[in-house]
């Protein structure tokens, strides 16, 4: 069976993604497992800049096949922030909790239909050919006024999905799945690595 390393250190994100990729026939490891390779720096201007830069230095460094994502949330009042800095939108070293305090404040008083917002992925993959694959997911919502629930990571409190009339962290890990941005792009990748498995 071929290995596959997943370029993540979020447990929660490696959790999501092989719900997410399903039964497929490969070994799926995290880059801890490979603690002497380096996390490269996200020098990208955009979301799917940092995910081939992530897949590539990591293919580089194990060898193995690699995947990676870059993931951002978008909103409209802000202009499309916090976008590729999402994960750090507060400063450096902030929680989950600092990034949501943040947009909360920055949208308070904004009435609702205008903060539209949108989560986006990219994932990357490469493989031993050196060619690197992106795939994209993007899943629409709205920023509420308060965090509600208690599933899920990062912006997911603050993120109501209409398609599920709940925020991420309200609902269900399947329910989730199968709307969010990050579903939408890593079953474009599962589709992928289906049909290259049978030729390697």
């Not at 979301?47 to 590539?56: F, P, S, V």
């Not at 603050?158 to 269900?172: D, K, N, Q, V």
Request: include cysteine.
């Amino acid at each position: 069976m071929r290995r596959l390393v997943l370029a993540t250190h979020n447990p929660h994100k490696v959790r999501e993604i092989h719900a997410i990729l399903g039964n497929l026939p490969y070994e799926i490891l995290p880059a801890t497992d490979f603690p002497t390779v380096p996390e490269p720096e996200e020098t990208g201007a955009t979301l799917e800049e940092n995910a081939i830069i992530k897949a590539k230095a990591l293919h580089d460094g194990t060898g193995l096949w690699a995947m990676a994502d870059d993931s951002g949330l978008e909103i409209d009042y802000l202009d499309g922030a916090p976008g590729v800095v999402s994960a750090r939108f507060a400063g450096p070293g902030c929680t989950f909790a600092d990034n949501n305090t943040k947009v909360l404040m920055l949208l308070n008083g904004v009435p609702s239909s205008q903060r539209t917002a949108r989560f986006r992925c990219v994932a990357a993959l490469a493989v031993d050919d050196g060619a690197v694959e992106v795939f994209h997911g993007v899943t629409e919502g709205i920023i509420t006024t308060v965090a509600g629930g208690e599933a899920g990571f990062g912006y997911d409190p603050i993120f109501y999905s209409p398609e599920l009339g709940r925020t991420f962290a309200e609902a269900s890990a399947d329910a989730k799945n199968r709307v969010s941005h990050r579903g939408r792009a890593f079953r474009q990748v599962a589709e992928r690595l289906r049909e290259l498995a049978p030729e390697r």
